[in-house]
């Protein structure tokens, strides 16, 4: 099949974002009622654009632009070419590109998907002598595919089946996390657990429960799980394969004797590893649905992880998850060039402890939620590799539609 290839302005219009105030982080701009979407966000969501960690406020959207629901949102500094529709009205900084397409001319989603099979293209001509960086003069050398608007929506509609399970189960996942984390809140920060009527507080805290090093307890357990020599293949991941809680990067297969020098530790089961990095949320789960990967895979030195007392994995699972560990954690972080979290910082994060059965009773209650969730993720890893094996041949007209 013959089709056309294009640079991306025949296809739409596309400028990037704006953030003229200096500084960049100055916090009257922030803390409104507008979303102010982010390199890092753009990278984190799926198909569409939902999530934020940052509002506009009037000033703040006084020197910068809100664009609307349906914008392609393109990265060209820190990530290179991720890509993401938005979802909702946003702002963005000059380091995300913004494109809206052309009507009867190109599909969005059809943009999308190519900008998934040009990444690589994109990345190696963004490859700078201090940082990379995609402007419109190195992207507008390459060209996209433009086939008519009817064969556009035809691929995007077989694409989209996949796509649309992949969001559908990441709601689930949102919505059982949110469920997990709320409870969290309710037990232990409001002390709102079953029964706590008839508790008396001793020192600030119910009595029977205490306050401790997150290192010197018997419920959390520090995992020493270091690699020993293995024969094959084994699946390494990064923490930049990490987002969120979910894996979302293809990890790399690799021999004892080849593996990188950072591919140090094998999950164990029943085990929550995050991220040592400063100011990175990453979260990664071996438990139920997810345990394979205590057999398959190898992790980089850049996660710390700990199992749990028996019948309290729920617990340790939702207290590492936190956004008050995430806090903790930044908190205690150090280092000259990259700031992380050492086992000696770690040993300063003091967790409360409830008693026995208000910690298995908690776990109780979210481990299927952890479980379901694993089992989503599972999913969506292999819904995103049948997609992926289907992208490049509809998206070349190997495959007629």
């Excluded at 506009?56 to 609307?68: E, H, P, R, T, V």
């Amino acid at each position: 099949m013959s089709w056309d290839y294009v640079t991306l302005d025949k296809l739409g219009s596309i400028s990037r974002g704006k953030s003229k105030h200096r500084p960049r982080n100055d916090k009257t701009l922030f803390g409104g009622k507008y979303p102010f979407i982010q390199t890092a966000d753009v990278k984190a969501a799926g198909l569409y654009l939902t999530d934020y960690n940052e509002t506009y406020n009037d000033k703040g959207l006084a020197q910068s632009k809100l664009w609307s629901a349906g914008t392609l949102c393109i990265t060209i500094a820190a990530n290179i070419a991720d890509t993401a529709i938005l979802g909702i009205d946003a702002c963005f900084p000059d380091s995300v590109m913004g494109f809206t397409p052309y009507e009867d001319i190109s599909n969005v989603k059809f943009v999308k998907y190519a900008f998934d099979i040009l990444q690589r293209d994109c990345k190696k001509i963004s490859q700078g002598t201090a940082q990379d960086n995609l402007s419109w003069k190195k992207l507008s050398t390459i060209k996209f595919p433009a086939p008519d608007i009817e064969i556009q929506d035809k691929i995007v509609s077989k694409l989209s089946v996949y796509d649309d399970l992949i969001e559908n189960n990441r709601k689930q996942i949102k919505l059982l996390e949110e469920a997990a984390r709320r409870l969290y809140k309710e037990w232990f920060v409001d002390l709102h657990f079953p029964g706590y009527e008839d508790v008396k507080i001793v020192d600030g805290l119910p009595e029977g429960w205490e306050k401790c090093s997150i290192m010197d307890n018997d419920v959390f357990i520090f995992a020493k799980s270091k690699i020993t020599p293995f024969e094959g293949l084994k699946l390494y991941y990064a923490t930049a394969d990490v987002t969120g809680t979910e894996i979302s990067g293809d990890g790399v297969w690799v021999t004892f004797q080849n593996k990188p020098s950072r591919a140090a530790i094998k999950p164990i089961n029943d085990s929550v590893w995050f991220a040592r990095m400063s100011n990175s949320y990453k979260i990664l789960c071996c438990y139920g649905n997810s345990s394979h990967l205590s057999e398959t895979t190898i992790i980089s030195s850049g996660f710390a992880g700990f199992t749990a007392r028996e019948g309290c994995f729920g617990f340790v699972f939702a207290t590492i998850a936190s956004k008050w560990f995430d806090k903790e954690k930044n908190r205690y972080a150090t280092g000259a060039t990259q700031v992380s979290l050492t086992n000696e910082g770690l040993k300063k994060i003091q967790v409360v402890l409830p008693t026995k059965n208000v910690a298995e009773e908690y776990s109780r209650i979210v481990e299927p939620y952890i479980e379901k969730a694993e089992q989503l993720k599972r999913s969506i890893k292999l819904l995103s590799q049948a997609r992926d094996r289907l992208l490049p041949k509809l998206m070349s007209g190997e495959i007629e539609v």
